[in-house]
């Protein structure tokens, strides 16, 4: 007998409710049941019953069937196929053992063929009606409480269809009826005339019109009308989201009015540019900033020519608000997901290389150890890093990592001239001294590899900068040493003492004074540099006003200047420091910008403030109060004829400004900077193939995530000189990082010129050659010192990347270090001269003290050339 013939026999030998719950018939016609629950069915003729879901509102048909369907089968002697064990069994017995124990009738078992049906049938329903103990007593509280569910539900709303569609609607019953046979007769015709149906579950698409229709009893019954093309019409429940979707897949053109869909334009607008909605396709869903913006455009493209009156009531109700944000976030992730996908999930692979979060965890061997961390704090001159110094001399091992060359290269000097072996290691030179177990360095050559006993960083303030602060963070995190020593203001203490808690090692904090008082002249010079007196130092932010105020101070004072600023080589800096602290020298003022803050031992008297105005990025901006006091605090120092300082300035309407900087309290820094690794871009670099280096770092900007105590340090220097090196083929990533990374003043044209010339040379495997010759003749005019100085910056680069790429590749490693020696005493004589051709300062000159007018000294002051 085949599926085709069974569904009517069914029928007219049982009742309709278990004939709509047969479930199954295989394709070759027998019946499908596994563990004795609802199975799908499937006729010969290839047609599928399969309820969705046997939910709570159609439970009394479940466990009605759950009682009677082995029943039926058993006494219709039908072949029973079993998906689990693959095999057909042909008596009660096994389908009592392989339908989940069910329990039937055994009296049955014995029953001959012979036996008439009827008889057999009236038994089956006399045992199932007539008592309880066929149906076990766990299955006998479930139907109670199903039972008691179902009346509570009003109609079923949720069947579903699989493999094929119709056009003809299904009618489902409200189960508010009483679940016996006698009061669903009716759907013995409908599970007839649905046998041919074939449907699918995965394009389904539902619309409901209720009706009131009388059955054979007079009752009054909702009767809904579903059908596949014409989907749901309302939908009063908005918080299921996947069901909301699905209406609008499947949805018709919803044909918006135009009040209508400038409403829902405004709606879609607030979640585009509220931020809310970014933040969490971001932080959740890893859509970027780049397709959030594109994303929402197709979504709500999609969501104007699918929407149904009910959403669009619903969202107008709303309007722009963050309840119609929070409203239409899922939905935009279900598009999104199915639309952006491929997006989606290239951004995830980009985050997951470029995350720097937890980076303590970068340093394993460190936090393997429990270290101790000793803060020093206090303001300049206050004996912080001496203290550090000295017990940096008598471990057996230390480190000391300065900002500075010049820290380093003093470090170096002071602890070899009290017999401590030292070694050198900045960028530019390595000075290897033998059996030395003690190095200075730069912070940014430090090791993370080697274990020591001591290691210092100097200036820890500076791991809050906005260029160079991951440098002291990469220190602090990984070196290894049993006690490490923090120099620096008040103002990172906060933040030292939140990463000693990630890390677990200890902290110390020692206080510090100024050991000589600094005090606050509110007599400013006037303007006049007649009042230049020994010991003074001019501060300006300027290099060009630098040689302008040296030649008006010399002119109108019996003073020599000494000149310090960034650009001149260390040695040089170090030969003029040198010069002023002598005071046999006849060097006796001090002309400087801002490099004067750290680095160097100077005996100053006053500082003096000739403006607060540094030119930053494209704009003039007064300095921070933090540099104010690093720079201030230079005046008066223990051990020289200058105890006591002062700090003033150069014109009366700076006053006020300084006393506010001086009175300021110290800023906390809250943030350490961060930046990737050479391995990390590397693997981000693979995710980008074909990307400009310039390009790679943008996107890493973009993607990388930090945790709140970090920030990722700005890389728009490095992008300038990227440009540079992106235009050289044949060159690894390894390569071109090492180029990158070099010291080069991205200003300078014709230090942009060398690095690209020594990257052709390099990217051909050639030797590297330089292209200069040793300066000869005297130097007395800026535009010469200039290129001395562009020169010098030459020979550095040369030298650094003789250190940080194969030294076959720069075989004139010494002659760059013997010429640069010479362009630094060459420019130490140009300084010491006091006829520098030069352009004074452009400022108009300020009549008494003020900006405002010329002073009595017009013919001295900076506005013209002078001779």
């Not at 409908?190 to 009706?211: A, G």
């Not at 607008?269 to 932080?283: I, R, S, T, V, Y």
């Not at 300035?649 to 350490?672: G, K, N, R, W």
Request: with cysteine; proline share 4%; charged share 25%.
């Amino acid at each position: 007998m085949t599926g085709v013939r069974l569904l009517p026999s069914f029928m007219r030998r049982r009742s309709a409710c278990r004939s709509l719950y047969v479930y199954a018939f295989h394709q070759r016609g027998i019946c499908v049941l596994s563990d004795g629950t609802p199975q799908n069915c499937i006729s010969s003729s290839g047609k599928r019953f399969a309820p969705r879901n046997v939910s709570d509102r159609a439970a009394e048909f479940q466990f009605y069937l759950l009682r009677k369907r082995l029943h039926s089968v058993c006494s219709e002697r039908l072949p029973l196929y079993d998906e689990g064990l693959e095999t057909s069994v042909q008596n009660q017995h096994d389908v009592h053992e392989t339908c989940g124990g069910l329990p039937i009738d055994h009296e049955d078992r014995a029953t001959s063929p012979s036996k008439s049906g009827i008889a057999r049938r009236s038994k089956c329903f006399r045992a199932m009606e007539g008592s309880q103990s066929l149906v076990p007593r766990h299955m006998q509280s479930r139907e109670r409480k199903a039972t008691l569910r179902s009346r509570r539900n009003r109609a079923m709303n949720d069947v579903s269809y699989e493999d094929g569609d119709t056009e003809s609607p299904v009618k489902v019953l409200d189960n508010n009826s009483d679940p016996l046979p006698d009061s669903m007769h009716f759907i013995r015709k409908e599970v007839k005339e649905y046998s041919d149906v074939k449907v699918n579950n995965n394009q389904e698409q539902l619309k409901e019109e209720s009706r009131k229709d009388r059955d054979d009893g007079g009752t009054e019954k909702q009767v809904k009308l579903v059908s596949r093309k014409e989907p749901h019409a309302k939908l009063h429940d908005f918080s299921d989201v996947k069901h909301i979707f699905q209406v609008l897949l499947f949805q018709k053109e919803s044909g918006l009015q135009k009040p209508d869909r400038d409403g829902l334009a405004k709606v879609f607008k607030h979640f585009l540019w509220n931020g809310w909605a970014k933040e969490q396709a971001l932080d959740r869903y890893h859509i970027s900033a780049v397709i959030f913006p594109k994303a929402v455009s197709h979504f709500r493209k999609f969501f104007f020519s699918r929407c149904t009156s009910d959403l669009k009531d619903h969202l107008l109700r709303l309007g722009p608000s963050t309840a119609s944000d929070h409203f239409l976030f899922p939905l935009f992730w279900e598009y999104s997901s199915r639309e952006f996908s491929e997006d989606i999930a290239r951004y995830k692979a980009l985050v997951e290389t470029a995350d720097l979060t937890k980076p303590h965890t970068w340093f394993p061997f460190a936090r393997a150890m429990r270290r101790k961390v000793i803060y020093h704090s206090g303001p300049t001159n206050s004996g912080k890093t001496y203290n550090a110094l000295q017990r940096f001399k008598v471990a057996s091992s230390g480190i000391y990592c300065g900002p500075l060359r010049l820290l380093a290269m003093e470090v170096y000097d002071t602890m070899n001239a009290d017999g401590v072996y030292c070694s050198l290691i900045t960028g530019q030179e390595k000075k290897e001294v033998p059996f030395a177990y003690h190095v200075a360095c730069t912070v940014e050559m430090v090791s993370t590899v080697k274990p020591w006993q001591v290691a210092i960083l100097d200036e820890i303030q500076l791991i809050a900068d906005e260029y160079r602060g991951w440098a002291w963070t990469r220190a602090f995190l990984g070196v290894q040493a049993d006690e490490i020593h923090v120099c620096g203001d008040p103002s990172a203490l906060k933040l030292v003492r939140e990463l000693c808690a990630v890390t677990g090692d200890d902290l110390v904090e020692h206080s510090y004074e100024r050991f000589e008082p600094l005090s606050i002249s509110q007599e400013s010079l006037q303007g006049r540099f007649a009042k230049v007196q020994p010991g003074d130092c001019i501060v300006t932010f300027s290099r060009k006003e630098i040689f302008s105020i040296k030649r008006a101070v010399e002119l109108l004072t019996k003073n020599r200047c000494c000149v310090i600023y960034g650009a001149l080589p260390p040695e040089t800096r170090t030969h003029q420091a040198k010069l002023f602290n002598d005071p046999n020298s006849g060097y006796d003022v001090l002309v400087a910008t801002d490099a004067v803050g750290m680095g160097l031992n100077l005996n100053i008297r006053r500082v003096i403030f000739h403006t607060f105005e540094k030119h930053i990025g494209s704009e003039m901006k007064k300095v921070s109060a933090s540099q104010v006091k690093q720079i201030a605090g230079r005046a008066g120092r223990r051990g020289t004829q200058y105890h006591a300082g002062i700090a003033t300035t150069f014109f009366s309407d700076d006053i006020p400004y300084l006393v506010q900087c001086m009175q300021e309290p110290f800023v906390d820094a809250h943030c350490a900077g961060l930046f990737p690794g050479m391995e990390q871009i590397e693997l981000f670099a693979a995710q980008l193939p074909g990307a400009t280096f310039a390009k790679l770092l943008d996107h890493f900007a973009v993607t990388c995530r930090v945790d709140g105590s970090f920030f990722l340090c700005s890389c728009d220097h490095l992008k300038r000189v990227a440009s540079v090196i992106d235009k050289v083929s044949d060159l690894t990533l390894e390569d071109k990082i090492s180029f990158i990374l070099a010291p080069v003043n991205s200003r300078d044209a014709k230090v942009v010129g060398a690095l690209l010339s020594f990257a052709l040379a390099y990217s051909k495997r050639a030797p590297v050659h330089l292209a200069m010759g040793t300066p000869t003749g005297a130097t007395r005019s800026v535009l010469q010192l200039m290129d001395l100085e562009a020169r010098h910056q030459v020979l550095s680069l040369y030298l650094w990347l003789s250190h940080h790429l194969p030294e076959e590749y720069f075989p004139q490693r010494e002659q760059a270090e013997v010429m640069a020696g010479q362009i630094a005493l060459v420019m130490g004589e140009a300084l010491a001269l006091s006829d520098i051709r030069t352009v004074l300062d452009p400022h108009p000159a300020r009549k008494n003290g003020h900006r405002n007018g010329r002073s009595h000294h017009a013919r001295t002051s900076p506005v013209r050339y002078l001779r």
